[in-house]
């Protein structure tokens, strides 16, 4: 598969993803989502807010906005149900920036704040593959937490296969992303 046409899928399942996850937890109580949990952040609280704060700023990175660290100075921690929906906006802009790229794009460098060690030319795709990595991982250790909770983990490990077509159809047009059947 070229990889302009992988990033476009795999933004798309990033963002499918990421929404089963926060609409499970959005069912617990807040003190739920926020009680301490054995993992490498100690809450679904401090996990998923840890998400969403480092898909911003490779998003910042990534089209090349300028912030850099500064967002994390700026981020607010967001209980389950506005952070899915903030979740969800940041998922629409990396979909849209994936759909922009092509296989001479992907390629390209841009600049990353790296603070200390100060500006790192990074590869697009690279950075791509660290933000996609990043959610899995983090997913992975939410999904675990969750099944702590009286309110059961959802299904994660499902692609874009033809056999899953079905499953996943309304719950992509209700995040207002086409599936991969649309793109090229």
């Known amino acids: 598969m070229a990889a ?20 499970a937890c959005a069912e617990l109580s807040d003190a739920e989502f926020k ?5 490498f ?9 840890h998400s969403l704060s480092v898909d911003l700023y490779y998003l910042d ?9 500064a967002i994390f100075d700026s981020f607010v921690p967001l209980a389950a149900e506005p ?14 920036f994936c759909d922009a790229q092509s296989e001479l794009s992907l390629p390209r460098l841009v600049e990353t704040d790296r603070g200390d ?18 959610q899995i991982h ?11 909770t009286r309110v059961p983990p959802p299904q994660l490990d499902e692609y874009f296969l033809v056999f899953d077509a079905s499953r996943r159809e309304a719950e992509l047009a ?8 649309a793109i090229r």
């Open 4 to 23: 302009a046409l992988h990033v476009r899928k795999a933004a798309r399942n990033n963002a499918w993803s990421n929404d089963r996850l926060l609409r």
């Open 35 to 39: 009680a301490a949990r054995t993992s």
């Open 41 to 49: 952040f100690p809450s679904l609280f401090e996990t998923l807010n």
């Open 61 to 69: 990175m990534l089209e090349e906005g300028g912030i850099g660290l």
């Open 83 to 96: 952070l899915r929906s903030a979740q969800l906006a940041a998922d629409r802009r990396l979909v849209t």
């Open 117 to 134: 060690e100060g500006k790192v030319p990074e590869r697009v795709d690279d950075l791509l593959a660290h933000l996609f990595q990043h």
């Open 138 to 148: 983090h997913r992975g250790q939410a999904h675990a937490m969750l099944a702590g």
């Open 174 to 181: 209700a995040l207002g992303i086409e599936g991969p059947e």
